[in-house]
């Protein structure tokens, strides 16, 4: 059983042998937090696990005859503001202009098998788990709050939400409802997270706790570019595969807040949820309000022990099942080809060429639809322009299916360009204040808290997939959202819009993909500005970011793998000079780099030397052999673009049998003093692996301890250069565990 509870002293402990988590009812009947870490042998009482701090003549306490007793300085597990807490809370609701400070107060549990299905929200899903959800009441607001705690079986992983009903005749107004928060006893932590741009999204960056507060978050109506919605609190002792690290995630694709408060006493408290900036929710007499979840993983073997704890979390518990299992199509996507400029007979002789190399998706992006030539006009107008297609989509659709492709196609739902005949028939269905606007990439955001609008996306949508027997779309969001004013809210549900917003977008998702099951979806925010688990419970893989250069790849993979499985970040081979950095890389390089991700190409195949073609026909072959093993294997990350001139990783399958080695140098070193061996990690001790285009056999153990030995690197001499050397090298390696006997054999 891993909820144990102890009803005498009120206390809670949830384990399942990795993690523990103890929490208590408080004398004050608050929710009090014992600990969170590594599991701890149960026993009947951990009262004594209880911090208390000496009084001191500045604080406030909760007894005037227990100075001690100041929520101020005790863990807590919700807590609130104004009742000797200073500290920024987890939820401040209130009556409507009334000065109240809540007071929720324990009333009961429940304890379920499985994990209960968040209304409207994406969330984790399992039956291998044990949830308690604990009920609190503030009389005097008359609203129920109920946090929601649900512990995996075979996962370091716990999972926190919380929904508040209201239970009286009066209105209630929300202004802060976090997912979850965890007063941690002290500060000795490196705050990491993933932050950064368009076109260099998720760059690992850290810094140490220090007093105050301390925050990633966004406030652009898509978790965004810039902070993904994860930060991992890491011991200053830990490292890439030592030591205790606590990873957070929010399944959220909005608005959001990241917050590590330290306070006098080190302590740091942290909260995640819906950034309460703009927000205010009215909760109106028997209405709920949910939040949306926190994931929290438990690691005592570093940063990679907690990445993989979130790959296998949401392999199988996050996205759809039908794709769990599923091989992901190698696709050719056309808009670095062709961008808006395109045909009919270009766009079918692109898919020849390109099933001709092995490619199995043919993705038509932008561009196909309105009268759209540039990204000036037409979005809403999702009927196809005959002036580019002008025997129409089902056509196009055909012939790309008898040149033996699949067909998918490139949305973007949430938009309304303003030249366009959907905006001329309902200038009101775009969000805006009516005397304020701005744009961002020529267009508009569609209200997607009106149903009217996701139901007339819907049908658009629908009617498409069914026409052209669609295997895929890519739905892109190119912009964020300003002047966040809906026409169907009142003014003082304005602060609604931004959840209303997203709870429309994942309805529309929810719709589609229920009823398109088979169809794939990958999900897009110009580039990654939206790659976040909330979307990847419906799409099981998102356009990892606008930048295809192989080398600025290799951060934002890198970055990106922290939390989310290698096989949902799409990545693609493109030409050279590649087009947002203009920098030339081997056609070898830009493989071996996208090889780590649901592959793909980002290039006009008509353009490529027969010498190229023959290339690319061997990395996909190379890749449709190794791609079980890229989808289900264990990730190690082995050397950091962050700090090094290299960057090597690998992918080892479950059973130890096989595993696929990436080595990256950026910039060429002459005579390089290096010892050329890159240490490997996860394999079989005992077994014997041979290594494609080696003439050896290794023991696991040698190629852990000793290293796999790289080619000698050697560019060059009196200006004549070696056959490969350069700038941009890398190597990928296969290795398979063969029998003993075959031990030294050379492998093909
Ligand atoms: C942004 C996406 O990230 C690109 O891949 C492409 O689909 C463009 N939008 C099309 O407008």
Request: aromatic share 12%.
């Amino acid at each position: 059983m891993p909820i144990h509870t102890n009803l005498e002293k009120q206390q809670f402990h949830l384990t399942n042998g990795q993690v523990s988590y103890i929490f208590h009812v408080m004398k004050n009947g608050h929710l009090g937090h014992l600990y969170y870490g590594k599991a701890l042998r149960h026993r009947s009482d951990f009262s004594h696990l209880q911090t208390y701090y000496v009084a001191t003549p500045a604080s406030c306490h909760v007894y005037e005859d227990d100075p001690a007793f100041s929520l101020e300085t005790l863990r807590q597990e919700y807590p609130a503001y104004g009742n000797s807490d200073f500290r920024e809370p987890a939820i401040s609701v209130g009556k409507d202009n009334a000065l109240n400070v809540p007071d929720f107060k324990y009333d009961s549990f429940r304890i379920l098998e499985g994990k209960p299905r968040l209304e409207g929200l994406p969330a984790t899903y399992t039956d291998k788990a044990s949830t308690i959800q604990i009920l609190l009441k503030d009389e005097f607001l008359q609203a129920e709050l109920t946090l929601n705690y649900t512990i995996f079986q075979d996962k370091p992983v716990i999972t926190r939400s919380a929904s508040l009903k209201n239970y009286g005749t009066e209105n209630l107004v929300i202004d802060r409802m976090m997912g979850a928060s965890v007063d941690f006893p002290d500060k000795d932590f490196i705050f990491t997270h993933l932050s950064g741009s368009w076109s260099r999204e998720r760059h690992v960056k850290e810094r140490r706790l220090e007093m105050g507060n301390q925050s990633i978050s966004s406030l652009r109506g898509a978790s965004s570019h810039h902070h993904n919605p994860f930060l991992a609190l890491k011991r200053l002792e830990a490292t890439e595969h030592t030591g205790e690290v606590f990873g957070f995630n929010f399944v959220y694709s909005s608005n959001f807040i990241m917050q590590v408060e330290v306070d006098h006493y080190d302590t740091a408290r942290l909260t995640v949820g819906i950034h309460p900036f703009g927000f205010k929710w009215n909760l109106l007499p028997h209405e709920a309000f949910q939040t949306p979840e926190v994931v929290m993983v438990y690691s005592d073997k570093g940063l990679n022990g907690m990445s993989q704890a979130f790959h296998a979390l949401y392999r199988e518990n996050l996205i759809p099942a039908q794709w769990r299992k599923a091989k992901r199509p190698i696709l050719i996507n056309n808009w670095e080809a062709t961008y808006f400029d395109f045909n009919e007979e270009k766009l079918v002789k692109i898919a020849k060429s390109a099933s001709e190399l092995g490619i199995e998706l043919f993705v038509l992006d932008d561009g196909w639809f309105g009268k759209r030539n540039d990204d000036t006009s037409s979005l809403g107008d999702w009927h196809v322009d005959l002036n580019k297609l002008p025997n129409g989509l089902e056509s196009l659709a055909k012939k790309i299916s008898n040149v033996g492709m699949k067909f998918g196609l490139w949305f973007e739902p949430e938009m309304i360009s303003p030249n366009s005949e959907l905006y001329r028939e309902h200038p009101d269905w775009a969000v805006g204040t009516p005397h304020q606007r701005t744009f961002g990439r020529n267009q508009l955001v569609l209200d997607f808290y009106r149903p009217e609008i996701v139901d007339y996306l819907y049908e658009k949508m629908s009617n498409i997939i069914k026409l052209t027997n669609l295997s895929y779309i890519k739905w892109d969001m190119n912009r964020n959202i300003t002047e966040a004013f809906s026409r169907k809210l009142a003014p003082n549900e304005q602060g609604e819009f931004f959840h209303r917003y997203i709870l429309g977008v994942y309805s529309l998702y929810e719709r589609l993909t229920s009823e398109f099951p088979h169809v794939l979806f990958e999900s897009c925010a110009g580039g990654g500005g939206r790659f976040d688990p909330g979307m990847m419970y419906y799409a099981p893989q998102a356009w990892t970011s606008d930048d295809t250069d192989a080398i600025e790849r290799l951060k934002i993979q890198y970055g990106t793998s922290f939390a989310y499985p290698i096989y949902s970040m799409g990545s693609h081979v493109s030409a050279v000079p590649n087009h947002q950095t203009l920098r030339t890389t081997p056609l070898l390089t830009r493989a071996n780099t996208a090889y780590f991700g649901t592959f793909g190409y980002e290039l006009d195949p008509l353009t490529l030397s027969e010498e190229e073609r023959e290339e690319i026909k061997g990395q996909i072959v190379f890749y449709k052999n190794h791609r079980n093993l890229i989808r289900d294997g264990q990730f190690y990350r082995l050397l950091s673009p962050f700090s090094n001139n290299e960057t090597a990783w690998m992918v080892v399958s479950q059973d130890q049998s096989e595993a696929l080695v990436g080595y990256y140098k950026v910039l060429a070193t002459p005579n390089s003093p290096k010892q050329q061996t890159l240490r490997l990690r996860g394999l079989n001790e005992a077994a014997s692996y041979s290594v494609a285009r080696s003439n050896h056999a290794y023991y696991g153990d040698e190629l852990m301890q000793v290293g796999l030995q790289l080619p000698i690197e050697f560019n060059g001499v009196n200006g004549k250069s070696a056959e490969r050397g350069g700038d941009f090298q890398s190597h990928v390696f296969y290795l398979r565990n063969i029998d003993i006997g075959e031990k030294n054999k050379r492998m093909e």
